[in-house]
Nanobody
Framework: QVQLVESGGGLVQAGGSLRLSCSASGRTISNYAMGWFRQAPGKEREFVGCISVSGVTINNRDSVQGRFTISRDNAKNTVYLQMNSLKPEDTAIYYC?????????????????WGQGTQVTVSS
């Protein structure tokens, strides 16, 4: 079992930045592909980005390309989501996910473990 806890969310003005953290316990995340997803009220859970075991990252090109960056620190058992140039449409609950695979996935259902989420609100 892997327990995931997100932190770092909050209220920020448009154009600002936040860094989300996802701290894992129970097992080392070095063997897991890690992903970030978000869900706005009334909408389906959306892929934000992910990072494979080897460190290859994939972002949602349509919504966050060039603004969000994912990284991992296996020594700290933590994954990060650096969010810059935030927009009001980035407002959502952000979730961290772990997949028992070398490779990450855009599909929420293909992940094995989830955190409880952290709220990000971007004001205009």
């Amino acid at each position: 079992q892997v327990q995931l806890v997100e932190s770092g969310g909050g209220l920020v003005q448009a154009g600002g930045s936040l860094r989300l953290s996802c701290s894992a316990s129970g097992r080392t995340i070095s063997n897991y592909a890690m992903g970030w997803f978000r869900q706005a009220p009334g909408k389906e859970r959306e892929f934000v980005g992910c990072i494979s075991v080897s460190g290859v990252t994939i972002n949602n090109r349509d919504s966050v390309q060039g603004r969000f960056t994912i990284s991992r620190d296996n020594a700290k058992n933590t994954v990060y989501l650096q969010m810059n140039s935030l927009k009001p449409e980035d407002t959502a609950i952000y979730y961290c996910a772990a997949r028992s695979s070398l490779y990450c996935t855009r599909r929420p259902d293909d992940n094995d473990y989830w955190g409880q989420g952290t709220q990000v609100t971007v004001s205009s």
